[in-house]
């Protein structure tokens, strides 16, 4: 069974551009999940999606924002890219919501 | 505030001895806890799972304790391994409907052979 799958692998951008990141849950979960990760930080919780639906989201502006399809999939768009958005960025999945998540390999974004 | 604490420094065992890292938090209701595995440039790999009414939990060589009283969970690692050299992450869920992951910052162990 394949995993969560997460794509691009790496993301360069410059400040000020938008930047979109891209989840494929394992088949089956409904939730997915969004995660931030600054060098030497925890994981952040960005998002949390389930059956298309935005069920809650972490202490981040606007400008991060995201969308699950109807296979579940899920894309994350960040706005006007600041400097310190450079991280490693984790989706997850989980069914039902409450149980383990499952997390993809992650995108490393970097803001020049 | 509420908060999670874990061991902020790395933790070096000696390979076959048991590795106990510690996760203390404030401020907070969980209604189940979970550790995970994080290796340098990877996601997160669930270990375990305990909840609020459960004292302890094993996996093979892991174990998991839950104080609600002391407010901590301890993860054991007994025989460890050069392997097992990773990043621990100890993660709080609240249950219900804000269905939210709190992680902390997690622990490093390198077991030396």
């Known amino acids: 069974e394949a995993g969560v799958t997460q794509s691009p692998t790496h993301l360069i951008k410059t400040r000020g551009q938008q930047a979109t990141l891209r989840c494929s849950p394992i088949s089956g979960h409904t939730s997915v999940y969004w995660y931030q990760q600054a060098l030497g930080l925890g994981l952040q919780f960005l998002l949390w999606y389930d059956e298309g639906e935005e069920r809650n989201r972490g202490n981040f502006p606007p400008r991060f924002s995201g969308r699950q399809f109807p296979n579940y999939s899920s894309e994350l768009n960040v706005n006007a890219l600041e400097l310190e958005d450079s991280a490693l960025y984790l989706c997850?999945?989980?069914?039902?919501?409450?149980?383990?998540?499952?997390f993809g390999p992650g995108t490393r974004l970097t803001v020049l | 505030s509420q908060k999670i604490e874990q061991n902020s420094e790395a933790l070096n065992i000696q390979e076959g001895k048991t590795a106990t890292l510690t996760c203390n938090y404030t401020n907070y209701s969980p209604a189940y806890l979970q550790w995970y595995r994080q290796d340098p440039g990877r996601g997160p790999v669930f270990l375990l799972l305990i909840r609020e009414n459960e004292k302890e939990k094993r996996k093979e060589r892991l174990k998991v304790t839950f104080d609600t009283t002391l407010k901590q969970s301890l993860f054991h690692i007994t025989a460890s391994q050069p392997a097992d050299s990773a990043t621990y992450l100890c993660a709080l869920h609240s249950g219900g409907a804000t269905n939210k992951l709190i992680f902390g910052t997690g622990t490093l162990l390198a077991v030396q052979p």
């Open positions: 997850a999945s989980s069914s039902p919501p409450e149980n383990e998540q499952f």
